[in-house]
């Protein structure tokens, strides 16, 4: 099976990435190498078998979520100034329509 | 005897008895930083002003940490150009507990850009090179915690194994590097890659020293549910004596470097030699595993990257004129194009594909099946035997440069590392020798789940009968 350009596009999209035209030719390249690799499980005969969802077999577990505080430190302004655009009481970023400062 | 020959038991001692100080000993090493790192490229940030006044049973010890896992006020990177300046806010649960054991933080070390890479060429600060011929790959991801063992820049240091990250390296830099059965070590503060694979673990030059180190970072935390109570057994192995050991055929197939291959089976024999019951086994559904991780990883990576949108944190071109960004979208995009590396994107997008509606079906939920048949192979291999052995790569490390344009090719180094983390099993590279080109081969060793500690006995009983740990690489 072969991967067009135009998916690769789409994908690209979807994962939210801008790919120049010599990067997606090099991206539909690669993808048919490595798809056509993992293509070989198609062999498998998985009938019958439950799919291994994870690598444990523990069950979810639940804790009280409750707010926690190392003492004395002011964790939220923390949080809030480690992002690229803030005002003091918040993170800013562009609408996601048009951007509402132009 | 140099300082780095000591294990940590016996540094303790020489600490404890004021023999050295603690500051003597991170001075040893930062000196050693200063002198050969600019060539190796193994540490991205070494920490001013040392703290040494640690207590506990790490007080004093040197430790170099993986830079994806997140350290309160010091930069940890991931090896991106998205996290060039991220100084977090809080410290990894396995910080916290070497905290509480008073280790010093020397550190953070190189690696492939979100740990996704085989040979740690993915960094966006440069790659790391291998001590033992500097032309050479230092093995991935965990590349520059590798090197800084081989190269005496640490005492000890922390890594992280996806489909191999730690053993790869560790293999080709002639150390020991464990990743322990998934769920033994907390991930919480540690940058996720593909989070049902991800596993934090220990490189340095002794197994007793890894041991040491796990006992520490090891156990139970609230904040990560996926790791358990579970304890890892204190059974003890005395000698190899009757300990039953597989050599999959599989594992010596097509495609193994004769050299390589002979290393292996001469440590085999080695371990006969010392009293082992050495066994053929088969793993019949290992030929699928890579093909397994390489849809499972990436589906995993595509969510766990999303993350990574210079919103919240990290690098952004939102206040650049040159983009005349229009909304949310646009912004996204650009940030993550701009920062986010050749291997990084390329992962999250086949991520996407193989998670996108119309492909799920026949990509993701078939490998997850077929996973589950990988781990059955161990199970019933198990049955037979207490350890597998067999190689961790299928050559030495290759030269810098040589695999970079054939994302295929660079994968097929991951082909006897990737079950270990689909089956979620313990394992480990202990040095097994060298190759007439004086590059080391590691013996990969592969323990049921939940037995790390009997791992790491059999894996001592060898370490200590052959003492490749005594050969350093010349620099």
Known sequence: ?102 | MSISDLTIKELRDKLESKALSAKEVADFYIDRITKYDKELNSFLTVVDNLKVSGKGPLAGIPIAIKDVIVTKGIRSTGGSKILENYIPPYSATVIKKMDKAGYTLLGKTNCDEFAQGSSNENSAFGPVKNPWEMSRVAGGSSGGSAVAVAADLCHVALGTDTGGSIRMPAGWCGVVGIKPTYGRVSRYGVMAMASSLDQVGVFARRVDDTREVLSVIEGKDSLDCTSSTRATGDMRVDSLEGVRVGVPEEYFAEGLDLEVEGVIRDGINTMKELGAEVKEISLPYSKYALATYYIIMPAEVSSNMGRYDGIRYGESEIQNSKFKIQNLEEIYKINRSEFLGEEVKRRIMLGTYVLSAGYYDQYYARAQKVRRLIRQDFEKAFKQVDVIAGPVAPTPAFRLGEKTDDPLQMYLSDIYTVPVNLAGLPALSVPAGFTKDNLPVGMHLIGKWWEDNKLLDIAEHFEIATEHYKKKPTL
């Open chain 1, 1 to 102: 099976m072969s991967i067009t350009k135009e998916e690769v596009r789409r994908i690209a999209h979807l994962a939210r990435l801008e790919l120049s035209d010599e990067q997606l030719a090099k991206a539909q390249h690669d993808f048919n190498e490595i798809l056509g690799y993992v293509d070989q499980l198609t062999e498998v005969n998985v009938d019958g078998i439950e799919p291994m969802r994870g690598a444990t077999d523990l069950v979810n577990q639940l804790r009280n979520d409750t707010v926690t505080r190392e003492s004395g430190e002011d964790v939220r302004n923390k949080y809030i100034s480690l992002a690229p655009e803030h005002t003091e009481e918040h993170i800013e970023t562009i609408s996601p329509f048009r951007d509402a400062r132009t």
